[in-house]
């Protein structure tokens, strides 16, 4: 599916994988998030998003692929590199620490002890610590003289080792080649490319001291013979869904692309490539999306004859009123007159306990869901879950989803975000300064409790910040300062405030909880 924008992608990956049963495979081929010809390079997890996107591709039959316009526009390395330069490892292999250090350094993997972010790797001992590219988890081999005795996940966080692999199959941690030769061939593209003084060229005197200069990505072409598209990865021709607005969205970036390349096109000691040395113009991958099964998704006002029409529009404004007699009275009518099934949706489950609350004050009761399939297989007519999307709806006379736009206007809405494998705690530290010790907070998968101030822990030998939050029955849970992205300010007011009982799951960290006083 093409999209007009990584937003709208990001939005459609998760609004699917909440209302579907997930038995189709959703993968989503991540956008750069630099703009073209930045002197920057790709966020780590992004590039490793992608490698192991175009890895999965090559071996699924039938799957949903999303792709933003620009993403799909972009040239990238041939299928020889990003699916012919994986390392494979398993139990009882011969693996000599040196030569195996200089194979990461030539799949683009760096040095960082310890790992913290996809293309990373330590060595201590006997011990090599890997964060391979695509993996949520790094990877610990365990060495007995020079053969591999254990393959195991362990927590970046806490150290603790989980899953034990007995064999894995390495992705390389960047879209370009990192070994000497390729570099050497890149440095002869380059001054074959660009007629410059490369003594002035900061990128091509780091190249040859064999370090990676920022924003190389923007110089893939000169590595390979020749580039490819998305599409190539494809093992059959697919069927493109294309949402509205695509094409004009397409001809934009160029439009802006093409302004960023003749701002920069005379620079001498940073030299570009042409916009069409980089990226798949509009009109040609719009001609090659015409030549295949497509389906567009239109405006009602723009269908033609024939077309197929989802009896689906906006939820209306119920908005929860803070004055009057009646706060509550245009949702109150609403209930009573859809004749459908309403789900009302929380973002979290924090703020599911603060709906229900607000609810309960006006007589509406909604029976909890774990999620919308289990939902839709009930009989009930209301209900509540966390289904954090972007905008309510109805679908006809079937069912509405009201969000909390509609049933509180002006409240901000939680946006979600790419996770990163980097955090700031001191910034998250800072960011305190305005709670006060016994204020309410709100957590994000266990709900309303009270702020007690940071404690210091010791874990595994290492002491850290916690934020101590007490629950109903005198519960506690401490939370690391580097997860202050889980915790928000309690918005119902201190003195309604009704904490929440504090539920865990059957496996938690060390650190996950107290009970009682402990």
Same mark, same amino acid.
């Given at each position: 599916?093409?999209?007009?924008s990584?937003?709208?992608a990001?939005?459609?990956?998760?609004?699917?994988?909440?209302?579907?049963?997930?038995?189709?495979?959703?993968?989503?081929?991540?956008d750069?998030?630099?703009?073209p010809?930045d002197?920057f390079?790709p966020?780590?997890?992004?590039i490793?998003?992608?490698l192991a996107?175009?890895?999965?591709?090559?071996s699924?039959?039938?799957?949903? *692929?999303?792709?933003?316009?620009g993403t799909?526009m972009?040239?990238?390395?041939?299928?020889?590199?990003?699916?012919?330069r994986?390392?494979?490892?398993?139990?009882?292999q011969?693996l000599?620490i040196?030569a195996?250090?200089d194979r990461?350094?030539q799949?683009?993997?760096?040095?960082s002890d310890p790992?913290?972010?996809?293309?990373q790797?330590?060595?201590?001992?006997?011990?090599?610590d890997?964060?391979?590219s695509?993996? #949520? *988890?790094?990877?610990?081999?365990?060495?007995?003289?020079?053969?591999i005795?254990?393959?195991?996940?362990?927590?970046?966080?806490?150290?603790?080792?989980?899953?034990?692999l007995?064999?894995?199959?390495?992705l390389?941690?960047?879209?370009y080649p990192?070994?000497?030769?390729?570099?050497?061939d890149f440095? #002869?593209?380059?001054r074959?490319r660009?007629?410059?003084?490369?003594?002035?060229?900061?990128l091509?005197?780091?190249?040859?001291q064999g370090?990676?200069?920022?924003?190389?990505?923007?110089?893939?072409?000169l590595f390979?013979?020749?580039t490819?598209?998305?599409?190539?990865?494809?093992?059959?021709?697919?069927l493109?869904v294309?949402?509205?607005g695509?094409e004009?969205?397409?001809?934009?970036?160029w439009s802006s692309?093409t302004?960023r390349?003749?701002?920069?096109?005379?620079?001498?000691?940073?030299?570009?490539?042409?916009p069409?040395?980089?990226?798949f &113009?509009?009109?040609?991958?719009?001609?090659e999306?015409e030549?295949l099964?497509?389906v567009r998704?239109?405006d009602?006002?723009?269908?033609?004859a024939? &077309?197929v029409?989802f009896?689906?529009?906006e939820a209306p404004?119920?908005?929860?009123?803070d004055r009057?007699?009646?706060p509550?009275a245009t949702?109150?009518r609403?209930?009573?007159?859809y004749?459908?099934r309403i789900?009302f949706?929380?973002?979290?489950?924090?703020?599911r306990?603060v709906?229900?609350?607000?609810l309960?004050?006006?007589g509406?009761r909604p029976?909890?869901?774990?999620?919308w399939?289990e939902?839709q297989?009930?009989?009930?007519q209301?209900?509540?879950?966390v289904?954090?999307?972007?905008?309510?709806?109805i679908s006809g006379d079937?069912?509405?989803?009201?969000?909390e736009?509609?049933?509180?206007?002006?409240?901000?809405?939680?946006k979600?975000?790419r996770?990163?494998s980097?955090?700031?705690?001191e910034s998250?530290?800072?960011?305190?300064?305005d709670l006060e010790?016994?204020d309410?907070v709100?957590?994000e998968d266990?709900?309303?409790?009270?702020y007690?101030?940071?404690?210091?822990l010791?874990i595994?030998?290492?002491?850290?910040?916690?934020?101590?939050?007490?629950?109903?029955g005198?519960?506690?849970?401490?939370?690391?300062?580097s997860s202050?992205h889980?915790?928000?300010?309690?918005t119902g007011g201190?003195?309604?405030?009704?904490y929440?009982h504090?539920? *865990?799951?059957?496996?938690i960290?060390p650190?996950?909880c107290g009970?009682?006083?402990?």
């Open positions: 599916m093409v999209t007009r990584s937003h709208q990001h939005l459609l990956e998760q609004d699917i994988h909440l209302f579907s049963d997930n038995t189709l495979p959703v993968l989503h081929f991540p750069h998030e630099t703009l010809y002197p390079s966020h780590p997890d992004i490793a998003e992608r996107t175009l890895a999965s591709l090559a699924m039959k039938s799957a949903l *692929l999303l792709a933003p316009i799909l972009q040239r990238l390395p041939p299928r020889s590199h990003a699916l012919g994986n390392i494979q490892l398993k139990t009882g011969n000599v040196n195996f250090r990461l350094q799949a683009g993997y760096e040095y790992v913290y972010q996809a293309g790797f330590a060595v201590r001992g006997s011990i090599i890997l964060f391979p695509g993996r #949520k *988890l790094p990877l610990r081999i365990d060495l007995f003289d020079e053969e005795d254990t393959l195991r996940e362990f927590d970046p966080e806490t150290q603790r080792s989980s899953a034990t007995t064999e894995f199959n390495m390389p941690a960047r879209e990192c070994d000497s030769a390729s570099f050497e440095r #002869k593209a380059f074959y660009f007629a410059v003084d490369t003594r002035n060229v900061s091509y005197q780091d190249l040859r370090l990676h200069p920022q924003g190389l990505e923007q110089y893939l072409p390979f013979d020749s490819e598209s998305l599409l190539d990865y494809l093992p059959d021709k697919p493109v294309i949402q509205q695509v004009e969205s397409g001809v934009d970036f692309m302004e390349w003749e701002q920069r096109r005379h620079d001498t000691e940073r030299p570009v490539l042409d069409s040395e980089l990226y &113009a509009a009109g040609d991958l719009q001609g999306l030549s099964d497509t998704l239109l009602v006002a723009q269908r033609p024939g &077309a029409c009896k689906t529009g404004d119920l908005h929860i009123h009057g007699n009646e509550a949702l109150l609403f209930c009573r007159e004749p459908g789900m949706a929380a973002d979290t489950t924090g703020r306990e709906l229900s609350e607000t309960s004050t006006f509406i029976v909890r869901f774990e999620s399939s939902f297989a009930s009989k009930e209301l209900g509540l879950a289904l954090p999307i972007e905008q309510g709806f079937e069912f509405a989803i009201l969000t736009s509609q049933l509180f206007g002006g409240r901000v809405r939680v979600s975000t996770k990163r980097e955090r700031d705690p998250i530290i800072r960011s305190l300064s010790t016994g309410p709100v957590h266990h709900g309303v409790g009270r007690r101030g940071l404690q210091c010791e595994d030998g290492r002491e850290a910040e916690f934020l101590m939050l007490e629950y109903a005198e519960d506690k849970l401490y939370v690391p300062v202050m889980l915790i928000s300010r309690y201190a003195a309604a405030v009704s929440t504090l539920t *865990l799951p059957t496996t960290k650190w996950g009970g009682g006083g402990g």
